[in-house]
């Protein structure tokens, strides 16, 4: 299925749940508050994204100076994608890895660790760097802020029918409470679950439209398969509110289950991209 419509079905499904949950428990009223309410919280997050996320792991700005080898190979592919410039940082980890942020592609930002600095090839980063620009292009920071909202509305009126459950006001006479507080509890897992799928699906929109901005798929499966590989092995203190902006998750050992994992297999995202044109 195609990534983008596939993005498009999860985010309606998050929208049916939060509003199949507010029509059982909290009305027309109550869903529009907590949709409110968490929409204020996530504009806020979108909207200083850059900010906070660079103070959190100490970046620095990289000018063409400090590193024009990197300097030049965002520059050159920027142009390619048709996207402005973005700021360049680097982060004082040696933990390969990489990400972007900013509310759009004009405050954008492509920040990369020390180590992958020193792992990849120039040809692997490329690949990378490639990957981090899909997601400026396509406006994944945006994406993620509405699942998340909607993710956040739905938990916030779990929250709120378990406590109406509590003090016998739980839904309409006719509901059966019993249907009612699995509703409770299970919505807010369904709502992870499909915000995790959303990062899931933005990761291999990313990775293809990444391999064809850098013009060569089987560098970005490289530079993956390394960067998985070597963050295992030194894996960094990341906060996990932000280890879905990564490039490869930042997290050693496997997820609990992938179904709340922010990040597909690395093993599916290589095989996807090997089996891509080796010349784009």
């Not at 982060?91 to 990489?98: D, F, R």
């Not at 013009?215 to 906060?239: D, I, V």
């Amino acid at each position: 299925m195609n990534n983008m419509l596939k993005t498009t079905l999860l985010l309606g499904g998050l929208t049916g749940l939060l509003m199949l949950i507010g029509a059982q428990f909290g009305g027309r009223s109550g869903m529009i508050f907590a949709f409110v309410f968490a929409m204020v919280m996530n504009f806020g997050s979108y909207w200083f994204s850059d900010r906070l996320v660079l103070a959190i792991y100490k970046a620095k700005p990289v000018t063409e100076s400090d590193d024009p080898g990197l300097y030049s190979i965002v520059r050159s592919l920027s142009s390619r994608a048709g996207l402005p410039m973005p700021r360049v940082y680097r982060i004082p980890n040696p933990s390969p890895n990489a990400f972007a942020t900013g509310r759009n592609p004009d405050h954008a930002v492509i920040a990369v660790t020390d180590g992958i600095r020193k792992l990849l090839t120039d040809e692997e980063l490329s690949g990378v760097i490639g990957h981090e620009l899909a997601h400026i292009g396509h406006r994944d920071i945006l994406i993620s802020s509405i699942a998340a909202t909607l993710a956040g509305a739905i938990m916030m009126l779990a929250y709120m029918a378990r406590w109406a459950m509590i003090f016998g006001r739980g839904g309409d006479e006719d509901n059966n409470p019993i249907a009612l507080l699995a509703m409770a509890i299970l919505a807010p897992l369904a709502a992870v679950i499909i915000q995790m799928a959303v990062s899931r699906s933005r990761e291999y929109q990313a990775d293809e439209t990444g391999a064809r901005i850098a013009g060569n798929p089987r560098s970005l499966a490289s530079a993956l398969e390394k960067l998985s590989m070597a963050s295992r092995g030194a894996p960094m203190k990341a906060n996990p509110s932000t280890s879905h902006m990564f490039i490869v998750k930042p997290f050693s050992g496997k997820s609990f289950m992938n179904l709340f994992s922010t990040h597909p297999p690395v093993e599916k995202r290589v095989a996807r991209l090997r089996g891509m044109k080796g010349s784009l």
